[in-house]
């Protein structure tokens, strides 16, 4: 069974940055679709960035310019690198994986953005 840890969130002032990562099972990301979710207190899960097989990028436009995503050499890590972060910012975050009917999603990880 493929299984996502998430790791890299914590407590961050604003402006500053984090790097989350996220570690499979296996390097699955080679043929799915990485992706980087995040809910914040009241408010739905959204979509913050994706990563396809081919390694095609999507934002969202609250994050545009400031948070990039990748895989690394052997696509059995997905990364979100966070920089100028927002109060806005603060929720948990989930790494997700897809390929057509297929969908995995890790545990979530915290960032708070606070002075």
């Known amino acids: 069974q493929v299984q996502l840890v998430e790791s890299g969130g914590g407590l961050v002032q604003p402006g500053g940055s984090l790097r989350l990562s996220c570690a499979a099972s296996r390097s699955f990301f080679t043929m799915y679709r990485g992706g980087w979710y995040r809910q914040a207190p009241g408010k739905q899960r959204e979509l913050v960035a994706q990563i396809g097989s081919s390694g095609s990028t999507n934002y969202a436009d609250s994050v545009k310019g400031r948070f990039t995503i990748s895989r690394d050499n052997t696509k059995t890590t997905l990364r979100l690198q966070m920089n100028s972060l927002k109060p806005d910012d603060t929720a948990i975050y989930y790494c997700?994986?897809?390929?057509?009917?297929?969908?995995?999603w890790g545990q979530g990880t915290q960032v708070t953005v606070s002075s």
């Open positions: 997700q994986a897809d390929r057509g009917s297929e969908a995995y």
